[in-house]
């Protein structure tokens, strides 16, 4: 039988590679045409271990419980094409599969990492395993991995402008923004089309309080983010997040309008990007009118879902802005059943820190001396230290309204560890006169 991994493997055979090599060129630069083209491959190619795989890992990432069937369903596929191919790296993204349909994220990106030491330029496996370490919240094992991954290939490499560009955003979540803007600045230089190592500079100048810098990289280049999938909608979070830091109330609601949250969608990455935009405003004391209305549905429909607990966190504070007090506590109420029963990663999360969170935002929390516990075990949330900010925010925000000055001082304090002092800094100390600003340096 023909064997198929294309050329990422270092093998070409056949327009189903071509259709193969479409699909993770658009993995690369998070533009459309991913599943479309892994379905003309498996279309000329049933058979396509590989092309099965990466279907099902794409929609598994969606986080979307009903996706789970069909995601199912690629897995077994590919299973039943494994004996087509060369077992190798298709026996390392099956196995890596079937952790993540499991729960595992961590696990599964430690197989695909595995692998690269047989395969160590795979651009697919390298990729797979950093989006997963990524939404587990590993950034430790991102870096690692990253490093390992920029020491081992060859900058003429098609893919290693990407590489970068991965490298670049695990330093910057480690808190190396010197390094993440140099790595960053290469990748681009690279693979210009490169949006993730262009997001980890967004993620740089937002850290470093550099917001009029940040905007005017994000303008010019709008003709790379704006070609992406929805992907671009983060982007424009990142600038709307500038204006505001600016005092540019007026243009970041415009940009929320018509860049960030232009259609309704309940993709937990839009939700995320409407609602701690949103929220952060809320918490600003910014008037957001009727903006919640088209999220308060969504809520409804997500909130007690257990699939990523980062994405039902956004649920709970959206029912709290709305009032929906009732359905927020029903959906924790089910968030504690999957505490109490279950043994993945989400479970792992939810109990050591969403349920608290959640509890803390509906006001159900009890005290807030654990505030400081809770914020340093955010990142079982996964996702960006800049989008765990909303619930750092959130904390400190209840922590001031309560008059706990003693835990509002330890947040704002470890929060400003790692960005410069910004606009909810000044705030949340002008509205709570005795903590000091040389605590919060």
Same mark, same amino acid.
């Given at each position: 039988?023909?064997?198929?991994?294309?050329?990422?493997?270092?093998?070409?055979?056949?327009?189903?590679?071509?259709?193969?090599?479409?699909?993770?060129?658009?993995?690369?630069?998070?533009?459309?045409?991913?599943?479309?083209?892994?379905?003309?491959?498996?279309?000329?190619?049933?058979?396509?271990?590989?092309a099965?795989?990466?279907?099902?890992?794409?929609?598994?990432?969606?986080?979307?419980?009903?996706?789970?069937?069909?995601?199912?369903?690629?897995?077994?596929?590919?299973?039943?094409?494994?004996?087509?191919?060369?077992?190798?790296?298709?026996?390392?993204?099956?196995?890596?599969?079937?952790?993540?349909?499991?729960?595992?994220?961590?696990?599964?990106?430690?197989?695909?990492?595995?692998?690269l030491?047989?395969?160590?330029?795979?651009?697919?496996?390298?990729?797979?395993?950093?989006?997963?370490?990524f939404?587990?919240?590993?950034?430790?094992?991102?870096?690692?991995?990253?490093?390992?991954?920029?020491?081992?290939?060859?900058?003429?490499?098609?893919?290693?402008?990407?590489?970068?560009?991965?490298?670049?955003?695990a330093?910057?979540?480690?808190?190396?923004?010197?390094?993440?803007e140099?790595?960053?600045?290469?990748?681009?230089?690279?693979?210009?089309?490169?949006?993730?190592?262009?997001? *980890?500079?967004? $993620? %740089?100048?937002?850290?470093? &309080?550099? =917001?009029?810098? @940040?905007f005017?990289?994000?303008? /010019?280049?709008? !003709?790379?983010?704006?070609?992406?999938?929805?992907?671009?909608?983060?982007?424009?979070?990142?600038?709307?997040?500038?204006?505001?830091?600016?005092?540019?109330?007026?243009?970041?609601?415009?940009?929320?309008?018509?860049?960030?949250?232009?259609?309704?969608?309940?993709?937990?990455?839009?939700?995320?990007?409407?609602?701690?935009?949103?929220?952060?405003?809320?918490?600003?004391?910014?008037?957001?009118?009727?903006?919640?209305?088209?999220?308060k549905?969504?809520?409804?429909?997500?909130?007690?879902?257990?699939?990523?607990?980062?994405?039902?966190?956004?649920?709970?504070?959206?029912?709290?802005?709305?009032?929906?007090?009732?359905?927020?506590?029903?959906?924790?109420?089910?968030?504690?059943?999957?505490?109490?029963?279950?043994?993945?990663?989400?479970?792992? *999360?939810?109990? $050591? %820190?969403?349920?608290?969170? &959640?509890? =803390?935002?509906? @006001?159900?929390?009890?005290?807030? /001396?654990?505030? !400081?516990?809770?914020?340093?075990?955010?990142?079982?949330?996964?996702?960006s230290?800049?989008?765990?900010?909303?619930?750092?925010?959130?904390?400190?925000?209840?922590?001031?309204?309560?008059g706990?000055?003693?835990?509002?001082?330890?947040?704002?304090?470890?929060?400003?560890?790692?960005?410069?002092?910004?606009?909810?800094?000044?705030?949340?100390?002008?509205?709570?006169?005795?903590?000091?600003?040389?605590?919060?340096?």
């Amino acid at each position: 039988m023909t064997y198929h991994f294309s050329k990422i493997s270092g093998q070409t055979c056949g327009a189903e590679n071509a259709q193969f090599d479409t699909a993770v060129r658009a993995l690369a630069t998070h533009r459309f045409g991913l599943l479309p083209a892994l379905q003309h491959a498996i279309a000329i190619a049933p058979d396509f271990c590989a092309a099965h795989a990466l279907k099902a890992f794409s929609l598994l990432l969606l986080a979307r419980a009903e996706l789970n069937e069909e995601a199912r369903s690629a897995a077994e596929l590919a299973v039943a094409s494994a004996r087509y191919a060369r077992l190798g790296p298709e026996l390392a993204l099956i196995e890596a599969l079937d952790l993540v349909c499991n729960g595992r994220f961590r696990q599964a990106a430690d197989r695909l990492e595995a692998q690269l030491w047989d395969d160590p330029c795979n651009f697919l496996l390298f990729k797979l395993a950093h989006a997963l370490r990524f939404m587990a919240g590993d950034d430790a094992g991102m870096l690692a991995a990253s490093d390992l991954a920029v020491r081992r290939w060859s900058s003429k490499h098609s893919y290693f402008g990407y590489v970068l560009g991965c490298h670049s955003f695990a330093l910057e979540e480690a808190g190396e923004y010197e390094q993440a803007e140099l790595v960053a600045k290469q990748a681009l230089t690279l693979a210009p089309d490169d949006a993730w190592g262009l997001h *980890a500079l967004c $993620h %740089v100048y937002e850290m470093q &309080g550099r =917001a009029a810098e @940040g905007f005017a990289f994000i303008e /010019s280049t709008r !003709p790379v983010w704006t070609q992406c999938n929805n992907f671009r909608f983060h982007i424009a979070w990142h600038q709307a997040l500038y204006c505001i830091e600016r005092g540019e109330t007026s243009r970041a609601l415009e940009l929320y309008d018509k860049e960030i949250f232009p259609v309704p969608s309940d993709d937990f990455r839009d939700i995320a990007n409407a609602v701690s935009f949103l929220w952060r405003l809320r918490l600003l004391g910014i008037d957001a009118e009727d903006r919640w209305t088209p999220l308060k549905s969504i809520a409804h429909k997500r909130a007690a879902e257990t699939t990523l607990m980062f994405a039902s966190l956004h649920h709970i504070l959206t029912m709290a802005a709305t009032e929906a007090h009732e359905s927020a506590r029903a959906a924790l109420d089910r968030w504690q059943r999957v505490c109490d029963e279950g043994d993945t990663e989400q479970a792992y *999360a939810a109990r $050591h %820190v969403a349920l608290a969170i &959640g509890q =803390a935002i509906i @006001g159900a929390g009890g005290p807030t /001396s654990h505030f !400081p516990g809770l914020a340093e075990q955010l990142p079982l949330l996964g996702g960006s230290a800049a989008q765990r900010d909303v619930f750092v925010q959130t904390l400190a925000s209840l922590a001031r309204d309560a008059g706990d000055v003693v835990t509002l001082s330890a947040l704002l304090k470890n929060r400003s560890s790692r960005r410069t002092d910004d606009l909810f800094i000044r705030m949340a100390c002008a509205k709570s006169p005795c903590v000091r600003r040389e605590e919060t340096p």
